[in-house]
């Protein structure tokens, strides 16, 4: 019979993976690292399970940074992930879409060397009517004082994340994480408590038959979104496509990761920066998703090479297989959503 493989073990065996190609000694730290998100998720699905049951259902009664109302569970979800990492020397740094500033700590800077960036509740407006909501996590690493400051750290552009992830809360739980060295799935078994490798090197298949966007924006998007996307609809990729759009970011972008296709949240008139934001919403999703086979864009370049401004900052985001995602560079002109990444 064959044995489970854990995520912390998974991590481990990269690690020694690490130590053979380029002689670098391994340490139990990112593994440590990791533990801390994990314990955070398995607390968060846990609460999610009892939501029903419990008063964790609708609005905390407050707005967040970004001016949206926070449900109870943002709240919660938010306090268990700074909670869990925050007790990890390791953490220089936590960013988190709930809190205004980053949350610092006052560590060597060779103890503190990671920095995590995270979406605690995507979806969250969901929950209410039980469809899948997730977690979205990045980490970068500290750069040393003489290249730079811990803001600055923060500030990377996404290329330099060291790794990134998310966890979808659905009929199973599912955590997805890449270091850069391909993708990889793992699913929660209640019985044990822990996450067990189920989808080793994840590959996004050339080409879907799938294309996810709020078309109730349509109006307000520029002609060559709209021209993209009638042309997915009238056979333009020699494919039938079919709409399927669930409105939880990492839901609807865990679909296009094992079914292919494409992710669409354009600029509009209302929003021409875009909606989704760069630093814990499309870095790491982009990540995994080039980690995968995949491609993401904000219309006028790579998601992974724009330098962030700020850390609530937002972008147009475009994500998906190789054959949408090359029809849609060729089809979207530069010139329509090139102020975006400035």
């Known amino acids: 019979m064959a044995m489970i493989t854990t995520v912390q073990q998974h991590i481990l065996q990269q690690q020694q993976e690490m130590l053979k190609s380029t002689g670098r000694e391994p340490t139990g730290t990112f593994s440590w690292l990791l533990s801390g998100i994990t314990l955070a998720a398995k607390m968060i699905e846990a609460k999610i399970r009892s939501a029903g049951l419990s008063d964790v259902y609708g609005a905390f009664g407050a707005e967040n940074v970004q001016g949206e109302q926070q449900q109870k569970l943002d709240v919660y979800a938010n306090q268990a992930l700074l909670h869990c990492l925050g007790l990890r020397d390791s953490v220089a740094a936590l960013v988190s879409e709930e809190d205004e500033e980053p949350v610092t700590f006052n560590r060597d800077a060779e103890t503190g060397k990671y920095i995590i960036v995270f979406d605690p509740l995507d979806g969250s407006s969901n929950i209410d009517v039980n469809v899948n909501v997730g977690t979205i996590f990045s980490v970068l690493r500290r750069m040393p004082a003489e290249l730079g400051t811990l803001e600055e750290s923060i500030l990377q552009p996404g290329f330099r994340q060291v790794a990134a992830g998310y966890v979808v809360y659905g009929p199973s739980t599912v955590l997805v994480y890449t270091t850069g060295n391909g993708v990889h799935g793992f699913t929660l078994d209640p019985t044990i408590g822990a996450f067990v490798l189920s989808n080793e090197k994840m590959r996004m298949p050339e080409q879907g038959s799938y294309y996810s966007v709020n078309e109730a924006n349509a109006a307000g998007w520029p002609e060559e979104y709209r021209a993209y996307v009638e042309m997915l609809r009238t056979g333009g990729l020699q494919k039938e496509y079919s709409s399927r759009y669930i409105g939880s970011l990492v839901a609807d972008f865990h679909r296009t990761l094992l ?72 089809a979207v002109s530069p010139a329509a959503t090139s102020a975006s990444a400035r």
């Open 259 to 330: 079914k292919g296709g494409v992710f669409l949240y354009p600029p509009t008139l209302k929003q021409p920066k875009g909606k989704l934001r760069l630093l814990y919403e499309a870095n790491p999703l982009a990540f995994i998703a080039e980690q995968a086979g995949g491609m993401a864009t904000y219309g006028a370049g790579r998601i992974l090479d724009i330098k962030p401004e700020g850390i609530h900052q937002r972008t147009p985001f475009c994500v998906g297989s190789r054959r949408e995602m090359e029809a849609l560079v060729a």
